[in-house]
């Protein structure tokens, strides 16, 4: 068992005696705190804050994160406060504890919601001090070497989030070593079978490799000597969950897996890098195409290597990575292996090192964007969990300048990455200079234009295909933005309407009965009630009942003549997502229209003569009269049917005659023939009912048309 002697000793070697000593009293404080605790093991339950300190130790990090570590469950399972951490410890150890303590005292429907809140109340904290997250991570790593001793569904919960969550972000941090046990832990917890059956397989395929790992790694040893170039070379064990990962995402046996051998050669400088590279190169023939430079280009979590792929003696593939001894500890511990903490000026602090730093903060830094525009705690863990991609793509900016993206990032997703604004108003791009579909995954080395206009705006199918977090939650924030200004200008319009039949309007109405209705109705603001309203999800007519100024009232009136009596609404067309025009009938400019209001949809319009809006054409809680504005300029769907003598070439006949009479043909099928007779039915788009009868007499006029009718 651990001892905080031990732990004492391991920090001598990097700390002064005083913090050595703070460490200690912390220890003591944490050991007095969960007095009588006991962990599902029976152990005491300071052993599991003792084991993250010593986790923390390992990777030689500063007495505040050691401190902290020792104290990171006191607030969530003692009755000690912040406050009392705070005057013991001071600020910075206390607000280490506080970000990684669970929301305990409030409530939440599922599981899954409280996960998400507590993992954002960390993200919070994260960006006021990274260490948050690396005791967060010790923490994690202890629990899953000991998750034994929970019941098997649990065990199954936490590793399941440990692979989803905590594992890619140590990942994302450069943490190798950490990503690398958490990932085995997790696998072995949540597929012990599948996990049994590889590492089994692994054990009888490493002795039948010793020989030939052994013979290449003698031969390049022998290659580098005869260079003069110092480097120390090693056989590279691929993990348990690497190799499954590998098998289900490549569809590869495990044998196909295991037959690329895995080395790694360790230099003393960037320039014994390269000519290590060339000396391999004359070794073995590299693989076309599987050459990455890491070291010019470093990874999103600040990642540097050399790795090429060589074809061996005997028909084996080898891959190889070439590193220096400081890029080595960096790509093992990441942003751990920073001076940040170490010394206050940063002055040992190692350039790869302070590169990892820098990324992780930029990392944080956007998760803190992502949160400010998520609208609720799920959807921000959502939104993260697509960013931690394990792998990234390398895009230039017309000025030459490197954009790093997640692996099948489309010129969406870049444009976020630019600035949220490029984002919001990209219509088109353009990828090495030429005119690209927006959808297009990016490949490396590409350069992307975005090409932005004022007047544009995010598209919902834009969702269907962007990667990143940020272009997710961007696009997300701006729609439901939208979507509220649009639903807050309807219901007011909505509620107008009704008002005017007793003569008054919004701004009119009387403030306390507006406060009453408030009130009643839970509604913070006006601008809520309307967006209510044109939402659908609360009646304008009801409302504006209860708004209207105390007048006698026509209760002669019936609901249907009331509706009669009404001004008609106009439809600009502009109304965006809260205005919809049915399927089933498909209203164009010209036809008499009416206003169904759909709960959570907004108005959808459909012809006043339309079989599906029968029923709820006289009830004025559900429907509304309109008319057309004169100022319309976009173009409506029409389908027609049209009865012709088939013979070759007629699809093309047919649309060609209506596109020459400025008709955009959407789709064209031809159904079932009768002879030398065949239905076809067309849709187009048309400006309104004189566009359409100009097209159908168009079409009418062909000799092979015998019939034409909207459908």
């Known amino acids: 068992m651990q001892t905080i002697d031990a732990l004492s000793q391991r920090l001598s070697d990097y700390l002064d005696p005083m913090q050595i000593q703070q460490v200690r009293r912390s220890y003591f404080y944490a050991e007095q705190a969960h007095d009588g605790q006991k962990r599902k ?11 993250a300190a010593n986790v923390l130790a390992e ?27 705070e005057s013991q410890f001071g600020k910075s150890v206390a607000d280490i504890v506080d ?30 001090d990274i260490r948050v997250i690396l005791v967060k991570l010790a923490d994690r790593l202890h629990n899953m070497r000991t998750l034994g001793a929970m019941p098997p569904h649990k065990q199954r919960r936490i590793a399941r989030e440990t692979l989803d969550i905590y594992a890619p972000i140590a990942a994302r941090l450069g943490m190798r070593d950490v990503q690398v046990e958490l990932e085995d832990l997790a696998f072995q917890s949540h597929y012990p079978m599948r996990a049994k059956y590889i590492r089994r397989a692994v054990v009888q395929a490493r002795g039948q490799r010793k020989d030939i790992i052994s013979s290449i790694q003698e031969t390049i040893e022998k290659r580098l000597e005869k260079e003069g170039l110092s480097g120390t070379v090693t056989g ?8 499954y990962s ?5 569809r590869k046996s495990f044998s196909e897996i295991m037959d690329v051998f895995a080395f790694r050669i360790v230099t003393d400088n960037v320039d014994d890098c390269y000519r290590t590279l060339g000396a391999v190169h004359n070794l073995y023939k590299p693989v076309h195409g599987r050459f990455k430079d890491y070291i010019a280009i470093p990874k999103a979590n600040g990642y540097q290597s050399l790795h090429t792929d060589l074809f061996g003696a005997r028909d084996i593939t080898i891959e190889v990575q070439i590193r220096t001894h400081e890029m080595d500890v960096v790509a093992s511990q990441g942003i751990a292996e920073h001076s940040h903490y170490k010394n206050d000026d940063g002055s040992d602090a190692s350039e790869s090192a302070l590169g990892s730093y820098k990324r992780a903060r930029k990392w944080v830094k956007g998760l803190l964007e992502m949160h400010q525009s998520a609208g609720n705690s799920m959807e921000f863990i959502d939104s993260v969990k697509t960013d931690l991609f394990p792998d990234e793509v390398y895009i230039f900016t017309p000025l030459g300048k490197i954009m790093e993206l997640p692996s099948g990032a489309t010129a969406v997703d870049f444009a976020y990455a630019v600035h949220t604004d490029v984002g919001n108003s990209c219509v088109s791009c353009r990828i090495n200079r030429r005119l ?3 959808s297009q995954p990016l490949e490396n080395g590409q350069t992307v234009e975005v090409i932005t206009t004022p007047s544009a705006q995010p598209n919902m199918a834009w969702l269907n295909f962007v990667v990143t977090g940020k272009a997710r939650t961007a696009i997300r924030h701006y729609l439901k933005n939208q979507q509220r200004h649009e639903s807050v200008e309807l219901g007011q319009r909505l509620l107008n309407q009704f008002l005017a039949n007793y003569g008054t309007s919004v701004n009119d109405v009387d403030p306390f009965k507006l406060r009453d209705l408030l009130h009643e109705a839970e509604l913070a603001n006006l601008d809520d009630l309307l967006e209510d309203i044109g939402l659908g999800n609360r009646m304008a007519y009801v409302v504006a009942r209860r708004l209207r ?17 009404q001004k008609p609404m106009s439809i600009k067309g502009t109304e965006g997502m809260v205005l919809q025009y049915a399927k089933c009938c498909l209203p164009i400019p010209g036809d008499k229209i009416i206003g169904h209001i759909s709960t959570g949809r907004g108005l959808v ?41 088939s013979h070759r070439g007629i699809i093309a006949e047919l649309a060609t005659t209506a596109a020459s009479a400025g008709a955009d043909v959407v789709a064209i099928d031809i159904g079932d023939h009768e002879g030398p007779l065949a239905n076809v039915h067309i849709e187009v788009t048309v400006a309104d009912r004189i566009h359409l009868a100009r097209v159908m007499k168009k079409l009418r006029n062909l000799k092979s048309v015998n019939r034409i009718a909207r459908e």
């Open 41 to 51: 093991s029976g152990e005491p339950y300071v052993t599991h804050p003792l084991a």
């Open 605 to 645: 319009i459909h012809q006043t003569d339309c079989r599906n809006i029968g029923y709820l054409r006289d009830d004025p809680e559900k429907c509304i009269y309109l008319e057309w504005s004169d100022k319309l300029e976009e173009e409506f769907s029409v389908n027609l049917k049209t009865e012709v003598e």
């Open 436 to 438: 690209a579909p927006l």
């Open 549 to 565: 100024p105390e007048q006698p009232a026509n209760n002669d009136e019936t609901g249907s003549e009331r509706l009669r009596n």
């Open 236 to 243: 590279r064990e691929k993990h348990l969950y690497s190799i």
């Open 99 to 128: 970000g990684v303590s669970k929301l305990t005292h409030l409530e939440f429907e599922t599981k899954a919601e409280a996960q998400a809140s507590n993992f954002q109340k960390m993200v919070l904290a994260m960006a006021e």
């Open 246 to 250: 590998k098998m289900k995402a490549q």
């Open 59 to 85: 990777l030689r990090m500063d007495h505040q994160s050691l401190m902290a570590a020792m104290l990171h469950d006191v607030i969530e399972d003692t009755d000690i406060s912040y406050e009392g951490i």
